[in-house]
């Protein structure tokens, strides 16, 4: 197959294993563009996109304008702060009125969960989502899972443990479903109060022992503390919660074997991950940044290409 | 002729058995045209043949290059490479010269993106030096609308800009091109319909013998 099986990547819950295999093959094929002395190709030279952010983001907006921009399509930046949504404007209106310019396709972040889902039952256009809530985060997912194919050699069997604040974040879910579908072995590891009481249905162990958490995984793959979005206290401190469930190298060294880092950013460095881990060769953050760039391209190739 | 005909003669009398044709004279006649016209194929090239004309690539090769140091060869994908080994393989013996060689894959440069009703798949670029001022040869197996070349050298100009650009083929399918595209290096022209398609085998690829082939489009 050389299609999608879906017209929007809303989250990785509703496309199959064989439709990520088809944007890893391509990603591969988009890398190899991106080391090229000219990084652009003009596939998506008569598309033009919106980029439509109803939160703040700097690497998620950053790399899908360049892959954007490196497929040749046309791009229209736009963010809610500066915007008539705050004369009040519903969601379906602002994005309607852009689509009447003629975008072919939308890529939207949004605070609420399911954002994208309602607005695909509206619009015409190709969507893309680029986080909704604590809900979904599927190019991180993807770009997460193509790292550690590139880093491991392959998915398949693979132990990933998920470290942090599971409760609040759409990269632990799009990345559950993401390496399940491709056939790894998921753990989830965190304070109890961060944990969703029901996480354990989805088929991932639960561990409350960071390090026995490090100790079973080959990948770990740690999320910020997300306290923009903790109205009350999920625990006492910053401090304590980097006491319990920091990473730093030490811990690194006690385990027999060498794991893989990972972190989506942005990084709070001393809280849930030490600067020592974060900059060490154990570490390929920076390398989940790049590889963001070529997954997106082939994101947004493969969904123009569907008809 | 016989060959042909026989394997199809027992499908014809399994559909009897399921019932989904009548028996009659007629019909059997009329079936067995069919199918045979269906299959029919016309050997353009054999083993032999082919490898006359990829020794005779090499020495035109030869002729025009020199020493070759400022020459390097291009594979257009997905069909491209396996025609460019062969040559790079036979160069090597026959002038001790390694020439550098890459493959080059113009799916992403193509101009019938979102034209098509499933897009085509990518393959694998390898074009581990800059062109800047060489001299490229481009090799495919078989030239038919220039559609794609003409997208190759678009994807070629990332990799720099060459001092001069050549076509060699396999096979060029006479009256065909969509686009002025015309090469410097022909291994045979055939005639063709639109309704017929060049078929490229090669023994690496898991056929009994190298053999190209026009067949009728099912």
Request: hydrophobic share 40%.
């Amino acid at each position: 197959m050389s299609q999608l099986s879906t017209r929007h990547l809303l989250g990785i819950k509703d496309i199959t294993s064989e439709d990520i295999r088809l944007i890893f093959e391509t990603a591969d094929n988009f890398k190899e563009v991106l080391n090229r002395p000219i990084k652009k190709v003009p596939s998506l030279r008569d598309i033009t996109i919106a980029n439509i952010f109803f939160e703040n983001s700097t690497r998620t907006r950053l790399s899908f304008e360049l892959a954007e921009k490196r497929l040749s399509a046309d791009v229209v930046n736009f963010s809610s702060s500066t915007s008539s949504v705050k004369k009040g404007e519903t969601l379906t209106d602002t994005v309607n009125n852009i689509l009447s310019m003629k975008v072919d396709m939308v890529v939207m972040r949004h605070s609420s969960p399911g954002a994208p889902h309602f607005l695909s039952k509206n619009i015409s256009a190709n969507i893309v989502n680029a986080g909704d809530g604590t809900h979904e985060h599927p190019t991180q997912a993807l770009l997460d899972a193509f790292s550690i194919r590139e880093k491991l050699g392959d998915v398949m069997g693979k132990k990933v443990a998920i470290i942090g604040d599971i409760l609040h974040s759409r990269v632990a879910l799009s990345n559950i479903f993401c390496l399940q579908k491709l056939g790894a072995e998921v753990m989830v590891c965190g304070p109890t109060t961060l944990i969703p009481k029901h996480i354990a249905s989805l088929g991932v162990k639960v561990e409350m022992d960071v390090k026995k958490a490090l100790q079973w995984c080959d990948v770990a793959n740690i999320l910020r503390i997300q306290l923009e979005r903790q109205q009350i206290k999920y625990f006492p401190s910053l401090r304590e919660y980097s006491l319990y469930f920091g990473v730093n190298k030490k811990m690194l060294d006690q385990l027999d074997k060498e794991i893989v880092i990972m972190h989506p950013g942005p990084i709070n460095r001393g809280v849930e991950l030490n600067s020592d881990v974060a900059d060490s060769e154990h570490s390929i953050i920076l390398q989940q940044v790049e590889n963001g760039v070529a997954v997106r391209m082939a994101v947004l190739y493969l969904l123009a290409g569907v008809r | 002729m016989v060959i042909f005909i026989t394997p199809r003669i027992s499908i014809y009398f399994k559909n009897i058995a399921r019932q989904q044709y009548l028996p009659s004279f007629l019909h059997f006649y009329f079936y067995i045209c069919n199918q045979s016209r269906a299959m029919q194929k016309r050997l353009v090239l054999d083993q032999k043949q082919i490898a006359i004309i990829l020794k005779r690539f090499c020495h035109q090769l030869i002729e025009n290059h020199d020493t070759f140091e400022n020459t390097v060869l291009l594979g257009l994908q997905p069909r491209g490479p396996i025609v460019l080994d062969k040559i790079a393989k036979t160069l090597a013996e026959l002038t001790g010269f390694k020439v550098p060689f890459g493959y080059l894959d113009a799916t992403f440069h193509r101009d019938d993106f979102r034209r098509r009703d499933f897009p085509l798949k990518a393959n694998e670029t390898k074009i581990d030096f800059l062109i800047e001022g060489k001299e490229v040869v481009l090799i495919d197996d078989v030239l038919y609308k220039g559609r794609s070349v003409r997208a190759a050298l678009d994807a070629m100009i990332a990799f720099g800009r060459p001092q001069k650009v050549e076509l060699m083929v396999l096979v060029d399918r006479k009256y065909t091109r969509d686009y002025p595209i015309m090469p410097d290096y022909v291994g045979v022209k055939v005639n063709t319909l639109e309704s017929q398609y060049v078929s490229v085998e090669w023994a690496e690829k898991g056929f009994d013998k190298d053999a190209i082939w026009i067949i009728e489009k099912p």
